[in-house]
């Protein structure tokens, strides 16, 4: 057993096997231009970037995960904090 192994314990730490794996929600969707001249103009944007998971989207599916977005937030915690009366 070397020097470092006795001072840190030498034993490695376990992964935490029962950590839910969750997906990214999508909720922050960041407009993206190819044209200096279109910038600004959300309707020019030729895609979406999530703010949190760097996934793009076009045009299109940005709009359905917008649309779709209360929706899936409610599917993901029913009941749960945030849930309006």
Known sequence: MGLLSKLFGG???EVAADVPI?????SVLVPRWDSVQ???IEDKAT???CEACKQEFA???AAHLRDTLLERLAL???GGEGASA
């Open 11 to 13: 034993k490695k730490q």
């Open 22 to 26: 969750v997906a990214c929600p999508h």
């Open 38 to 40: 279109d910038m600004g």
């Open 47 to 49: 895609r979406f970037m």
């Open 59 to 61: 045009p299109a599916e």
């Open 76 to 78: 993901e915690n029913p």
